[in-house]
């Protein structure tokens, strides 16, 4: 399974970006899946996640307002939609993969939720 993120970029405070995140390798029928960031000497933290279906999808309070997850079954691609890009916002974007066999209540927003990751894309907010 591979997990490939991009759109990340170097963007002055208030633009946008959408990042794609290309999965492939298997059939991803019933993975439930996420975007973690990772901002330079903080921990990985959880941005969004949603469901195999796209018809349930989760915000971190910080990203509310601002972000859009979706997602395309028919091309295994994951999108996140971010605007009002803040400075506050630059990090490494990572996309991740749950299996059905690895979702849990209780741990979906957290790194251990998660089978496969990708490499992550930079995302850098200029003030």
Not at 55 to 72: E, P
């Amino acid at each position: 399974v591979q997990l490939q993120a991009s759109g990340g970029g170097l963007v002055q405070a208030g633009a946008s970006l959408r990042l794609s995140c290309a999965a492939s390798g298997r059939t991803f029928s019933g993975y439930q899946m996420a975007w973690f960031r990772q901002a330079p000497g903080k921990e990985r933290e959880f941005v969004s996640r949603i469901t195999w279906s796209g018809d349930s999808t989760v915000y971190a309070d910080s990203v509310k307002g601002r972000l859009t997850i979706s997602r395309d079954n028919t091309k295994n691609t994951m999108y996140l939609q971010i605007n009002s890009l803040r400075p506050e916002d630059t990090a490494n974007y990572y996309c991740a993969a749950s299996s059905p066999q690895r979702q849990r209540i209780g741990i979906m927003s957290l790194p251990s939720g998660y089978d496969y990751w990708g490499q992550g894309t930079l995302v850098t907010v200029s003030s």
